[in-house]
């Protein structure tokens, strides 16, 4: 008995199938619109620079007493968390009667090449933060921090713990050198000052291709092939080019935020190790002293889970709360499973906080 | 795979890809299953072709299309592979070779792994990128040597230069003896490659094996398919996970930085030449910039300006609203709609659009403007502002119509800062450090009053 039993006949069924399907492709893809993100109504209540913060407005008023800021990565655009209709997390949150702003960071240009950490987390990061409490009329605010965005929120929590209420994070790296993190083996002997000094801003494009490069076959490739099976499907054609205009919709990387990233948190390891120095403040996990959601994806590539879970070693909060989803990186705001899981998480969380 | 344990399965699908081309070409003699299709036949790639220019048509989806029409291409000459394969007559056709040969087409080599090696890394915008590609492509022609020879090239180009030139020939040196360097780390990355690709194909054997099982056989080509892909992937993060491959990645990139630094250099001095302005100049002002807007933030300046154009709104509302009770309606429509940029109608119209009016004229062409077009205008302002000044009351509000007047002034954002530091602290710029000190917020607040 061999590995391979394919019935001649199957065979050409598939491949008639394949022909049919990219026949029928031909119609569905001229007939596409250009797709839209970011479905729910939102309103600016604060801008600075390139950042604007946004509150969305929900079907109902919020009936949470305390707002979440959203802390986006600066390395992909926030509308994944309100992707589309049926997509949302933003949207199911607000269902759920949570009050809910978000920071847009925008595109960096030449003009941003010199923002450091300091001025992201401890400048924007912090005048968003204000800008919301006014706003709210509260004096703290939850923040709920994504990948990147996590870190941040971590350190502006352990710097400044009296402005936040409660801390999510979301598939956040806090040890930054476990074995199975590619990226981070990859830059360890990058030397990034000579980088950084060479390219400025970092390129958008540079930083997908590193991220193409995690899983190169199956990103670049079987990704593409697999779309055949959706190709005569208008609605699935939709959902799939949207999340590949998120994809590939990525902000360059100011430099010296970018220097700093690279060299304390991913070759320093800084955020676990110890001496993490953000602008004039001492960073130290043990001041995260506010309860603390982690949720982190067990089947992330980017974030490994390992990543993220010793969190609970490093904080100094004596309520913390760890979730592991099934599902990668992208899945946690995008697949069905997480509509259902997620949202509920978070406010379930809030909730029993908020008594 | 010529030393693969399953001459059965092979076997098997060399008589399956038997039946499955006859078909194949009856289907293609006849139409299927008799019908014209609408397209050219699925697997040559011809076909392909064809639909991607159609799709390059259809709205602003075309890279993904791009992407969809390469990947179903690879997919095609990796069937196509196989199946010419299983027509060889004669002796038995060579399956490992038809498998390998089949996956190479689907890309299982260092080029698929690695798309950036020959051409994204290269191609990578950035500052200097346009120059950076320009030189590759020039210099590209040059061959290294296989091995051995680089080591004496690279010493016949860090021999020392001389006279007056010496400082140009040197540079040119190091551009070269980076660009070898470049191209050695290159060697060593995509070799890695090569070896991650290979390792992927011992998985894929490995994998092959472990389905004989009823059960757990492949039944149609998009499994094998993406059996192969699980194995390239595991065989690849095998080696991109090794300190092997970290030392070589950080390597490569280092090198090519090096390269796109000397390029840059050059193409700077250049600019230089013809007296442009420089990456380096713009940078040295930006980076400046940006210190300065922390320097104003940490002085708490910034918060002050905002407080003051908070209070200056109330005050011009409350302002605005006695006018309306005092004045006709027709010559309160009157009021100019564009702050002029000095005098004491400035005042006005700082609420409405303050800054970005004035930066965008000239101060005194537009104060004369303002004087010459509309004269009535401007005395009536004139006449309004000793008025508010009585009801204000003296000095106070002379000081807040200077404070307004600076915030409001012509001119680049650090200049602006210093002239209404000037009018709020009466201190000139070189004092401003001592203005700054730490004050108790009672003697802050009058300071600022």
Same mark, same amino acid.
């Given at each position: 008995?061999?590995?391979?039993?394919?019935?001649?006949?199957?065979?050409?069924?598939?491949?008639?199938?394949?022909?049919?399907?990219?026949?029928?492709?031909?119609?569905?893809?001229?007939?596409?619109?250009?797709?839209?993100f970011g479905?729910?109504?939102?309103?600016?209540?604060?801008?600075e620079d390139k950042l604007v913060v946004y509150?969305f407005?929900?079907?109902?008023?919020?009936?949470?007493?305390?707002?979440i800021l959203i802390v986006y990565a600066l390395v992909n655009r926030p509308y994944m968390v309100d992707l589309?209709?049926?997509r949302s997390l933003v949207?199911?949150l607000?269902?759920?009667?949570?009050?809910v702003y978000l920071i847009d960071w925008g595109y960096p240009d030449?003009?941003d090449?010199?923002l450091t950490l300091d001025d992201y987390i401890n400048g924007y990061i912090a005048r968003s933060v204000?800008?919301v409490?006014?706003?709210?009329?509260?004096?703290?605010?939850n923040l709920l921090g994504i990948c990147q965005g996590g870190a941040f929120s971590l350190c502006f929590a352990a710097m400044?713990?009296?402005?936040v209420?409660?801390l999510i994070t979301m598939v956040t790296p806090v040890d930054f050198?476990t074995?199975?993190n590619m990226l981070s083996?990859w830059v360890?002997?990058?030397?990034v000052?000579?980088?950084v000094?060479?390219?400025?801003n970092i390129p958008a494009d540079l930083m997908n291709l590193c991220y193409l490069m995690l899983?190169?076959?199956?990103l670049?490739?079987?990704?593409?092939?697999?779309?055949?099976?959706?190709?005569?499907?208008?609605?699935?054609?939709?959902?799939?080019?949207r999340m590949e205009k998120w994809i590939f919709d990525s902000p360059d990387q100011a430099g010296e935020a970018f220097r700093q990233f690279i060299k304390d948190f991913y070759q320093?390891n800084k955020l676990?190790?110890?001496?993490l120095?953000i602008?004039?403040?001492?960073v130290?996990?043990?001041?995260?002293?506010?309860?603390v959601l982690n949720i982190f994806a067990?089947q992330d590539h980017l974030v490994p889970p390992?990543a993220s879970?010793?969190l609970?070693?490093?904080?100094?909060?004596?309520?913390?709360?760890?979730?592991?989803f099934?599902g990668g990186h992208i899945g946690i705001y995008v697949s069905?499973?997480a509509?259902?899981?997620v949202?509920?998480?978070i406010?379930?969380?809030?909730?029993?906080?908020?008594? | 795979?010529?030393?693969?344990?399953?001459?059965?399965?092979?076997?098997?699908?060399?008589?399956?890809?038997?039946?499955?081309?006859?078909?194949?070409?009856?289907?293609?003699?006849?139409?299927?299953?008799?019908?014209?299709?609408?397209?050219? /036949?699925?697997?040559?790639?011809?076909?392909?072709?064809?639909?991607?220019?159609?799709?390059?048509?259809?709205?602003?989806?075309?890279?993904?299309?791009?992407?969809?029409?390469?990947?179903?291409?690879?997919?095609?000459?990796?069937?196509?592979?196989?199946?010419?394969?299983?027509?060889?007559?004669?002796?038995?056709?060579?399956?490992?070779?038809?498998?390998?040969?089949?996956?190479?087409?689907?890309?299982?080599?260092?080029?698929?792994?690695?798309?950036?090696?020959?051409?994204?890394?290269?191609?990578?915008?950035?500052?200097?990128?346009?120059?950076?590609?320009?030189?590759?492509?020039?210099?590209?022609?040059?061959?290294?040597?296989?091995?051995?020879?680089?080591?004496?090239?690279?010493?016949?180009?860090?021999?020392?230069?001389?006279?007056?030139?010496?400082?140009?020939?040197?540079?040119?040196?190091?551009?070269?003896?980076?660009?070898?360097?470049?191209?050695?780390?290159?060697?060593?990355?995509?070799?890695?490659?090569?070896?991650?690709?290979?390792?992927?194909?011992?998985?894929?054997?490995?994998?092959?094996?472990?389905?004989?099982?009823?059960?757990?056989?492949?039944?149609?080509?998009?499994?094998?398919?993406?059996?192969?892909?699980?194995?390239?992937?595991?065989?690849?993060?095998?080696?991109?996970?090794?300190?092997?491959?970290?030392?070589?990645?950080?390597?490569?990139?280092?090198?090519?930085?090096?390269?796109?630094?000397?390029?840059?250099?050059?193409?700077?001095?250049?600019?230089?030449?013809?007296?442009?302005?420089?990456?380096?100049?713009?940078?040295?002002?930006?980076?400046?910039?940006?210190?300065?807007?922390?320097?104003?933030?940490?002085?708490?300046?910034?918060?002050?300006?905002?407080?003051?154009?908070?209070?200056?709104?109330?005050?011009?509302?409350?302002?605005?609203?006695?006018?309306?009770?005092?004045?006709?309606?027709?010559?309160?429509?009157?009021?100019?709609?564009? /702050?002029?940029?000095?005098?004491?109608?400035?005042?006005?119209?700082?609420?409405?659009?303050?800054?970005?009016?004035?930066?965008?004229?000239?101060?005194?062409?537009?104060?004369?403007?303002?004087?010459?077009?509309?004269?009535?205008?401007?005395?009536?302002?004139?006449?309004?502002?000793?008025?508010?000044?009585?009801?204000?009351?003296?000095?106070?509000?002379?000081?807040?119509?200077?404070?307004?007047?600076?915030?409001?002034?012509?001119?680049?954002?650090?200049?602006?800062?210093?002239?209404?530091?000037?009018?709020?602290?009466?201190?000139?710029?070189?004092?401003?450090?001592?203005?700054?000190?730490?004050?108790?917020?009672?003697?802050?607040?009058?300071?600022?009053?």
């Open positions: 008995m061999g590995p391979i039993k394919i019935e001649p006949a199957r065979a050409l069924e598939e491949a008639l199938t394949t022909q049919r399907k990219l026949a029928a492709a031909l119609t569905t893809l001229r007939s596409l619109d250009e797709v839209e479905v729910t109504e939102k309103e600016a209540i604060y801008r509150r407005k929900g079907e109902k008023p919020p009936t949470a007493k305390v707002p589309q209709d049926d949207k199911n607000l269902a759920r009667g949570e009050d030449g003009a090449r010199w204000d800008a409490a006014k706003h709210a009329k509260v004096k703290k605010t400044h713990p009296d402005k209420q409660n050198q074995p199975e083996s360890r002997n990058l030397d000052d000579l980088f000094n060479t390219l400025g899983k190169p076959v199956r670049n490739q079987q990704k593409y092939i697999g779309l055949v099976d959706i190709l005569d499907d208008k609605v699935e054609m939709e959902n799939f080019l320093g676990v190790k110890g001496g120095k602008g004039a403040h001492d130290s996990l043990r001041n995260v002293t506010m309860p067990e390992s879970r010793v609970v070693d490093h904080v100094g909060t004596k309520d913390y709360t760890q979730i592991a099934r069905g499973r509509q259902r899981e949202p509920s998480a406010h379930d969380w809030l909730a029993a906080r908020a008594r | 795979m010529a030393d693969s344990p399953n001459p059965d399965w092979m076997n098997q699908w060399q008589a399956m890809s038997r039946q499955y081309m006859n078909a194949w070409q009856d289907m293609s003699r006849n139409g299927a299953h008799g019908q014209a299709s609408p397209v050219a /036949p699925v697997w040559p790639p011809q076909g392909f072709d064809q639909a991607a220019r159609l799709f390059s048509v259809g709205g602003g989806q075309g890279e993904t299309i791009e992407r969809l029409v390469d990947s179903a291409k690879n997919y095609a000459s990796f069937m196509q592979s196989m199946l010419a394969t299983s027509m060889q007559g004669g002796a038995a056709p060579n399956w490992s070779d038809a498998l390998r040969q089949g996956f190479a087409s689907m890309g299982g080599n260092a080029p698929m792994f690695n798309p950036s090696a020959a051409q994204g890394w290269q191609g990578m915008a950035g500052q200097g990128g346009d120059g950076f590609a320009r030189m590759m492509s020039a210099i590209s022609a040059m061959k290294l040597p296989s091995n051995g020879g680089v080591d004496e090239i690279k010493s016949w180009f860090n021999l020392p230069a001389f006279g007056m030139g010496r400082e140009h020939q040197e540079h040119q040196q190091k551009s070269v003896v980076a660009w070898i360097e470049y191209q050695e780390h290159m060697g060593r990355y995509n070799a890695l490659m090569l070896k991650a690709s290979q390792r992927g194909f011992e998985l894929f054997e490995g994998k092959l094996s472990e389905r004989e099982q009823p059960g757990r056989q492949i039944e149609s080509l998009r499994a094998l398919y993406d059996l192969w892909v699980d194995a390239a992937e595991e065989g690849y993060a095998e080696i991109a996970l090794s300190q092997e491959f970290r030392d070589a990645y950080g390597a490569m990139v280092n090198a090519q930085m090096r390269v796109r630094s000397q390029v840059q250099q050059e193409v700077e001095r250049v600019a230089t030449d013809f007296g442009m302005p420089t990456r380096s100049e713009i940078n040295s002002i930006g980076e400046r910039l940006q210190a300065l807007r922390r320097e104003v933030r940490a002085s708490g300046m910034n918060g002050a300006l905002a407080d003051e154009v908070a209070a200056l709104r109330e005050e011009f509302a409350a302002f605005k609203a006695s006018a309306k009770r005092t004045q006709p309606v027709a010559a309160v429509k009157t009021m100019p709609a564009k /702050p002029a940029a000095a005098g004491v109608a400035s005042v006005k119209v700082v609420p409405i659009k303050p800054a970005a009016a004035a930066a965008r004229k000239p101060a005194a062409r537009t104060a004369k403007a303002a004087t010459r077009a509309r004269p009535k205008r401007a005395s009536r302002e004139a006449a309004a502002a000793p008025a508010r000044a009585n009801v204000r009351g003296g000095k106070k509000s002379d000081k807040r119509v200077e404070k307004a007047v600076a915030a409001t002034a012509s001119g680049n954002f650090a200049s602006r800062i210093e002239k209404f530091a000037t009018a709020s602290l009466g201190t000139p710029r070189g004092k401003l450090k001592q203005a700054e000190a730490p004050v108790s917020p009672k003697k802050k607040k009058k300071s600022k009053r």
